[in-house]
């Protein structure tokens, strides 16, 4: 593995991460109005081409992390549009 594969892997690792709590969060509470229904799709459709682009240029963390990234917003989406928010007391 390269120095700049390496990096890639830990790139990806942390911002692959950075999304799990928001969903652990979600997930718990059932409150997802702070949460943009506009932003998840984008985020997915951006997750998705770089998984496209990955896929071009054989590189194994864009793959890798976008793939899981497109799980992961596709989650908080199912969520999302389960209509799981909590009614303010």
């Known amino acids: 593995m390269s120095f700049m594969e390496a990096i890639g ?3 990806g690792t942390l911002t692959t991460v950075g999304i ?25 459709f951006g997750s998705a ?9 054989g590189s194994a963390p864009v793959i890798i992390f976008n793939v899981i990234g497109v799980a992961l917003y596709a989650l908080f989406i199912a969520v999302k549009l389960a209509g799981s928010t909590r009614a303010s007391p």
């Open 9 to 11: 892997f830990i790139a």
């Open 20 to 44: 799990v709590p928001e969903i652990i969060k979600v997930i718990k509470t059932r409150d997802t109005r702070g949460i943009s229904l506009t932003w998840l799709f984008i985020m997915l």
């Open 49 to 57: 081409l770089w998984v496209a682009y990955g896929s071009s240029i």
